[in-house]
């Protein structure tokens, strides 16, 4: 199995430190931020396949935010929200945003590694989509390669 990336974002500390030793203990190679702004710091140098997401932070950036700017830096990334309140008008919008889904807190772990297991899979079946279609692009058009270093289309 590929390394599973995770990032965690969520301004509560014990939430945020229990998560992520929690995932860690299950060998998931986890990171936990306290904020939207140091989430997207971090994914500047690093790629993850999901992030578990809080919907309600404090200070400049809220979850939906959040969410848009993961999706414009790094679109194959799934997103899931966590709520901790049912908002069902936030998670639809987070949904028709590119969320991959959302939790309720408080969330069963079981329910989360069930959730984050499906996000994981969706995203490597997504990758594994682009790299047949290049793939076929190159067997159907060969000379386009060597096309495309020239300058010419």
């Known amino acids: ?4 990336r995770i990032l965690v974002v969520d301004d509560e500390t014990d939430f945020l430190e229990t998560i992520v030793n929690r995932l860690q203990k299950r060998k998931i190679d986890a990171t936990g931020v306290p904020t939207g ?4 710091e971090l994914m500047k140098g690093k790629l993850f396949d999901v992030v578990l997401l809080d919907v309600k932070m404090p200070g400049g950036m809220d ?10 830096m790094q679109p194959l990334t799934e997103v899931i929200l966590l709520t901790g309140h049912a908002s069902v008008e936030t998670s639809i919008e987070g949904l028709k945003l590119g969320a991959f889904d959302y939790l309720i807190k408080p969330v069963k772990f079981d329910e989360l ?41």
């Open 1 to 4: 199995m590929d390394t599973f």
């Open 37 to 40: 702004e140091a989430a997207l």
């Open 63 to 72: 979850g939906i935010e959040g969410l848009r700017e993961i999706k414009k």
């Open 113 to 153: 590694l069930e959730k984050l297991a499906a996000a994981f899979e969706k995203r490597n079946t997504q990758e594994q989509k682009i790299r047949s279609a290049k793939i076929q692009e190159l067997v159907r058009f060969p000379g386009r390669i060597f096309d495309q270093e020239k300058g010419e289309e």
